[in-house]
């Protein structure tokens, strides 16, 4: 049974901080990872996706990592801002040909000014 | 940029009674899904939908759910007799199904208040 471990649960950081958020996952054969980002009360924003065949992908200070192997990833955001607080959950699908994704537990954000 | 739309935004419903939650996936997609969130806890998968039938679904989602795609665009997720604990924000998704590109796309969520 595929589970998604995110840590740490709670992070505050001063505004200009660079952090990294850590996502563990039990089942190494994964097609891929999501991570999103979620506003209070709000939906799901995708951030990055990696495909398994891929080590990183970046989008402007974001860049995620993927070691299979070890069931990891991380999220490094550089450089973070006020508007960086949220909370950020990774996602993996099963791999069960419908790609239900199991979320983590997510990681709580504050950037403070 | 295409994107996954729900309505309403907000339910709030008594308990007992029957709610419809809406939601337009993205048009050339091919499999919808609908994932719930009760406040606090971790986003939970529902069910999912391909080819007009239930291809996978929770052991949350038990007989008082029901999914349709009754047109081509629109996927609703019926809860029959609400109760209290299916207070949460649930959302839809949807997955293109190719290898080009394995991204689920997320709604804005429906929040649902069961009094």
């Known amino acids: 049974k595929q589970e998604v471990t995110q840590i740490p649960a709670a992070l505050s950081v001063p505004e200009g901080e660079n952090l990294v958020l850590n996502c563990s996952f039990t089942?190494?054969?994964?097609?891929?990872l999501q991570w999103f980002r979620q506003d209070p009360g709000k939906g799901l924003t995708s951030l990055l996706l990696i495909q398994s065949s891929q080590r990183e992908q970046t989008s402007g200070r974001l860049n995620a990592s993927l070691d299979k192997s070890s069931g990891r990833s991380t999220l490094y955001i550089a450089a973070s801002q006020p508007g960086d607080s949220a909370t950020y959950l990774c996602?993996?699908?099963?791999?069960?040909?419908?790609?239900?994704?199991?979320f983590g537990t997510g990681t709580r954000l504050l950037v403070s000014p | 940029e295409p994107e996954v739309t729900q309505t309403p935004s907000h339910q709030v419903t008594q308990m007992g009674q029957e709610v419809i939650l809406r939601c337009v996936p993205i048009s050339n997609h091919l499999y919808f899904y609908w994932y719930r969130q009760i406040l606090g806890q971790k986003v939970e998968f529902l069910v999912s939908?391909?080819?007009?039938?239930?291809?996978?679904k929770s052991e949350i989602f038990d007989d008082q759910f029901s999914v349709e795609r009754p047109d081509g665009s629109n996927f609703t997720l019926k809860i029959r007799s609400t109760k209290l604990e299916d207070s949460a924000m649930y959302f839809c998704a949807s997955w293109g199904g190719t290898e080009l590109s394995y991204e689920q796309y997320f709604g804005p969520g429906t929040r649902l208040t069961v009094t």
């Open positions: 996602a993996v699908p099963l791999n069960t040909g419908f790609q239900k994704l199991v």
């Open positions: 089942d190494s054969a994964i097609y891929n």
């Open positions: 939908f391909y080819n007009n039938e239930i291809s996978e």
